[in-house]
């Protein structure tokens, strides 16, 4: 079985161009989160779909980030413009629900911008 | 607020050993759920086992277990007979009342397992 889809699995950009990410969630799966991680902050979570809804969105550190669920197979995660300090992983990771279910993750995407 | 605390950056262990990886948690939602995730060097993040705040037994899964204690708010791992492939960064978290599905983590537990 296919887990969470991530792409790319790197990404390297300059200061201040759009940066797109993709994540497709497990089939079945109803709730997709996306997260950040970095060796000053480990992991937060920026936002999370439920029935492809934005439910919570208090991560998102200001306006230059956005998220999208436009179908339950498909999230973007946009950073416009991209700074230095946004070089992270960016983790998504899906789950049949909220609450106890566990959540799977998907192998990540490297950023990093110069 | 909801807070993971994992006290130890780094812990070793002798193959073929047990080891606990320690976790305390403050939340004042009477239900909760508490997590363990295993991150390799590869990067990937690899759950691993679930407590509920209402479970009354301690959660298992093969090797690992969860020793909770909820008057102390701990939800320390277990992992039995270590394996040189348990080597790795681990993360306890804690999804708060109410039915969010917000995940909150600690810092992490290095582990390394020698031969």
């Known amino acids: 079985d296919a887990g969470v889809i991530q792409s790319p699995r790197h990404e390297v950009t300059e200061m201040g161009q759009e940066v797109t990410l993709r994540c497709k969630p497990i089939s079945g799966h109803n709730s997709l989160f996306w997260y950040r991680q970095t060796m000053m902050r480990g992991l937060e979570l920026l936002i999370y779909?439920?029935?492809?809804?934005?439910?919570?969105d208090s991560g998102m550190p200001e306006d230059r980030f956005s998220a999208k669920m436009p179908n339950a197979s498909f999230s973007t995660l946009k950073i416009q413009p991209s700074e230095p300090r946004d070089s992270a992983v960016y983790f998504c990771?899906?789950?049949f629900g909220v609450g106890s279910y566990e959540q799977y993750f998907g192998p990540g995407t490297r950023l990093t911008v110069t | 607020a909801q807070k993971i605390t994992q006290t130890q950056p780094g812990m070793f262990v002798q193959e073929k050993e047990a080891v606990t990886l320690d976790c305390t948690y403050d939340t004042s939602d009477p239900s909760y759920g508490l997590f363990w995730y295993k991150q390799p060097s590869s990067g990937e993040m690899i759950f691993l086992i679930y407590q509920g705040s209402y479970d009354q037994q301690n959660a298992t899964e093969g090797r690992y277990s969860l020793n909770f204690q909820k008057a102390r708010k701990s939800a320390n791992l277990v992992i039995s007979a270590s394996q040189l492939g348990d080597s790795a960064m681990y993360f306890c978290?804690?999804?708060?009342?109410?039915?969010?599905?917000?995940?909150?983590f600690g810092q992490g537990t290095t582990l390394q397992v020698k031969p």
């Open positions: 978290a804690m999804t708060p009342g109410g039915n969010t599905g917000k995940l909150i």
């Open positions: 779909f439920n029935n492809n809804v934005p439910i919570d």
């Open positions: 990771a899906s789950s």
